[in-house]
């Protein structure tokens, strides 16, 4: 499974833009990049996910360079709802997933 | 309804005893996980099962069982429940050929074990 590093923390303000970006520098070419997001005393909640190029949906879109060793998060105009914990994943379709610490989001008023 | 239910919702046993966390699913998927997680960490895997009759350890499975009894229900049990498992602890199902493989999570169990 591809080991992701992702920041520990990040801050932002509520209305603004926030790109989180995970490395990925091993991954496979079987691997499926996933993204969740997980607020305090609750499960995991699926966001997105993808293999290259940009994927969006209503909640996020997730962008993914063509060498595949990174792909960034963006969360448009975060309100103080979107504090949370969000975690990067890679692993083969089909494979158990590793979930490391992710990075802990505080939107601020 | 929730669509995968855990039970009970907070425990808090004695160490020694032996203690059972349920796990419900109405998503219809055959595979089934057990995760835990402490305070400022990631969720670490302790079992998974992908149909009724497979069960595999994860990368935390000492001191923890597991019990497929249909494709809805999958339990885990602390034989002989120890402080250092105390944690939150999280079911999920998934099925990769029909929702992108996203993991449906439950709300948790949270256990303290005194």
């Known amino acids: 499974l591809a080991k992701t590093t992702q920041p520990i923390s990040m801050d932002s303000y509520e209305g603004q833009e926030v790109n989180i970006t995970c490395s990925h520098n091993?991954?496979?070419?079987?691997?499926?990049i996933t993204w969740y997001q997980q607020f305090p005393s609750q499960g995991p909640r699926f966001i997105i996910q993808?293999?290259?190029t940009k994927v969006t949906n209503e909640v996020a879109s997730l962008f993914i360079p063509a060498d595949r060793k990174s792909s960034t998060l963006s969360l448009p105009r975060v309100s103080l709802s979107d504090t949370a914990v969000y975690y990067c994943?890679?692993?083969?379709?089909?494979?158990?997933?590793?979930f490391g610490p992710g990075t802990r989001l505080s939107v601020l008023p | 309804d929730a669509d995968v239910t855990q039970t009970p919702r907070n425990r808090i046993t004695k160490t020694g005893k032996r203690i059972m966390l349920e796990c419900s699913q109405t998503?219809?998927?055959?595979?089934m996980y057990w995760y835990r997680q402490d305070p400022g960490l990631g969720l670490r895997l302790i079992y998974y099962?992908?149909?009724?009759?497979?069960?595999n350890k994860g990368e935390i499975s000492d001191g923890y069982s597991v019990s497929r009894q249909a494709q809805a229900k999958f339990s885990l049990s602390l034989e002989s429940a120890i402080p250092n498992q105390t944690a939150l602890y999280f079911c999920?199902?998934?099925?990769?050929?029909?929702?992108?493989?996203?993991?449906?999570f439950g709300s948790g169990t949270r256990l303290t074990v005194v």
């Open positions: 999920a199902t998934s099925d990769p050929d029909r929702e992108g493989y996203g993991y449906t």
């Open positions: 091993n991954i496979a070419t079987n691997d499926y």
């Open positions: 993808g293999y290259k």
């Open positions: 994943l890679a692993a083969p379709y089909g494979q158990n997933f590793v």
């Open positions: 998503k219809g998927h055959d595979r």
């Open positions: 099962s992908f149909d009724v009759k497979d069960i």
